[in-house]
């Protein structure tokens, strides 16, 4: 305990002096003080909480083959110690056979991509890494190590292949991740989940293997059909867009999308830049070649390329990139890195090295969509051939941090400021962890709504990004708000559960069908209400809920549609500190009998709430 104490002191202080130095700066770099300057040489970075104790850890994936001798070599576990700073514990959990190149060396990098996925469902976050000819699949044995199943699950790509990344995605809502593999030599591969700890090849049978030269591929809802669709990042050539119908077959559809952008497609983010519902796409190119796209989703399946009204179009030789709310205020703000390979000529002009790229949204602070280059006043423009992009909120303080990996350098950590330098302007936020029962359990593939007074917010929830995937809470800004007044979140299965009158400055966690399972400690210490319960659940006559009130207030009770109507609600009345029981006899206010279905019953007692749900046959 005394050594917890003593680091966390010394950190604190170290931060200090640093944000003191940097004045204002949205974010101030950590790396050393947090233990990552031991890292170095790397191409792609993504977190998970991979030893479920609570906080994020973080896996880097090395540039060069793998030297046991030579640490600049190594792909690298570092786990979060939980007091702001992170430990090495690669060999110990297990990645001690790293990938070795015996061939001719990769132009690119040996070791590439490193996506985080729970295939079999276990609750732990096993890791897909790609490799420059063979790639690895390693399972979490749930004490701490990790075992290569390669060879025995039946993912091992080619031996021949250039794998730059891979994607988890349940490609036939069956509730099992399946592996999409991004290929920059040959076709991609679609590895169509057993459900029994195997894969089979199910690329020709799906007709999605593509043309080649793929960097990125993310799995979203493009149709709004509840199918997955994929779209890829190729270099050099169109993009590819391939349409799911109902997980039987695939349909290439970039064209008729309008996203067959035929730049030098590195990296690709999704999100809601202008907060209408519809999820946009940004990618990055290498820009000498031909400009970044931001597509604006028109809401009829069709896209616009708005990025360079928005300025948004040059990032230099762009690689990683994310939206994300950096300043709690409402919209996304967008970043991408970048770094030129060696020494090259694009039609006669070297390539030089550039400074990193930070956008801040002006839609909140301004009433229109629109971005400004804030790359230096966020302290974020680095010029270091940055390859990977993660962001994350690695101290639970609710906003969200930048990790950079470099490929000739240690990475850069930037510790975002927002929460220290909120002053009077109210900066509040929300986490949600998400665990799917009837789809997969890493909810890859969920869309998430929150409202509160007249503004909405969206989120797709799918982990992937350039040369990597992520298992995280989703996590939104919502500036001034004190309660959200609604979140719906939208399964894969197709289920959708909606949720009412949640306090903010908070991480809660959604199970599927089991509605808000849990909230942070601080929350549950100081809890009115307690052994909440509802019997008979379904039920057909009534249902009672009982609980114990901690506290004499005032109390009153509501119940709603699965689709967020209200159709019943007592009037406020005071309680004693005792047991109560509340009864529902499945009347609506109106008198009238409430259908069978699912509904959802909410609480009030002194300005809290608390939520259930209920079944009636």
């Known amino acids: 305990m005394k050594r917890f104490i003593k680091s966390t002191i010394v950190l604190f202080l170290a931060f200090s002096a640093c944000q003191n130095k940097a004045g204002a700066q949205a974010f101030t770099r950590i790396d050393s003080l947090v233990g990552l300057d031991i890292v170095r040489n790397n191409n792609a970075v993504s977190v998970a909480d991979y030893d479920l104790d609570g906080d994020l850890d973080i896996f880097f994936t090395g540039y060069y083959s793998f030297d046991p001798n030579d640490e600049g070599t190594w792909n690298r576990l570092m786990r979060n110690n939980g007091d702001g700073t992170f430990g090495d514990v690669t060999m110990e959990a297990g990645f001690t056979n790293q990938y070795i190149n015996t061939d001719i060396t ?39 190590t990790f075992k290569d199943v390669t060879e025995e699950a039946g993912v091992f790509s080619c031996r021949t292949c250039y794998s730059s990344s891979g994607v988890w995605f349940d490609h036939n809502r069956d509730g099992y991740l399946d592996l999409y593999i991004s290929i920059l030599n040959g076709r991609n591969y679609l590895y169509q989940n057993m459900g029994d700890g195997t894969f089979r090849d199910a690329t020709l049978r799906y007709d999605v293997g593509g043309i080649g030269v793929t960097w990125t591929t993310l799995a979203l809802d493009i149709g709004k059909d509840g199918y997955l669709d994929l779209y890829c990042a190729n270099d050099t050539q169109i993009n590819e867009f391939f349409e ?75 690689w990683g990139t994310h939206f994300f ?17 060696s020494k090259q ?37 680095g010029e270091d051939r940055a390859r990977g992009l993660e962001v994350f909120d690695y101290d639970g303080d609710g906003d969200l941090d930048m990790l950079v990996a470099n490929v000739v350098s ?28 009837r789809s997969n359990r890493n909810a890859f593939g969920t869309e ?46 197709g289920e959708v559960e909606t949720f009412y009158d949640v306090p903010v400055n908070q991480t809660i966690k959604i199970k599927e069908s089991s509605g808000l399972t849990d909230t942070e400690d601080v929350l549950a210490k100081n809890q009115l209400l307690s052994d909440i319960q509802a019997y ?69 007692f002194e300005g809290r709430n608390y939520h259930g749900k209920l079944i009636k046959h």
């Open 536 to 604: 008979p659940n379904p039920f057909t006559e009534a249902a009672n809920i009982t609980f114990e009130a901690q506290q004499a207030g005032t109390m009153s009770f509501s119940v709603f549609s699965s689709v967020g109507q209200e159709v019943y609600r007592t009037a406020p009345s005071r309680i004693g500190p005792s047991r109560q029981i509340i009864r529902w006899d499945g009347t609506e206010n109106s008198d009238m009998n409430a259908q069978a279905g699912m509904y959802f019953y909410v609480i009030h």
């Open 244 to 318: 799911n119908r109902s997980g039987t077959h695939y349909n290439e559809s970039s064209r008729a999308y309008r996203v067959a952008d035929e730049g030098a497609g590195m990296g690709m983010t999704v999100g809601d830049y202008n907060n209408d519902g519809f999820f946009d796409i940004y990618v990055t190119n290498i820009y000498n070649h031909q400009p970044n796209p931001l597509f604006k989703n028109l809401g009829n399946r069709r896209f616009e390329n708005v990025a360079e009204e928005l300025g948004v179009d040059n990032t230099g030789w762009g």
């Open 106 to 144: 990769a132009s690119l990098g040996e070791k590439l991509g490193a996506s985080w996925g729970d295939y079999d469902n276990d609750g732990y976050p096993d890791l897909y890494l790609a490799n420059s000819r063979e790639d690895q699949l390693y399972h979490n044995e749930g004490d701490g």
């Open 345 to 381: 000529y694009i039609e006669g002009e070297e390539q030089v090295d550039v400074q990193n790229f930070f956008f801040k949204n002006t839609l909140i602070e301004n009433g229109v969509p629109g971005f400004v280059d804030w790359s230096v006043e966020s302290g974020t423009d």
């Open 410 to 437: 240690s990475p850069y950590f930037f510790k975002n400021n927002t929460i220290e330098e909120k002053g009077a302007g109210g900066k509040n936020w929300l986490q949600i962890k998400l665990e799917g029962t």
């Open 448 to 493: 998430v709504k929150i409202s509160f007074g007249d503004q909405s917010l969206y989120r797709w929830y799918h982990g992937a990004g350039f040369f990597g995937q992520s298992i995280k809470p989703v996590h939104f800004g919502v500036g001034e708000a004190e309660m959200i007044d609604e979140i719906q979140v939208t399964w894969l299965s």
């Open 325 to 341: 709310d950096y300043d709690l205020d409402g919209d996304e703000d967008l970043a991408a890195v970048n770094g030129v390979v």
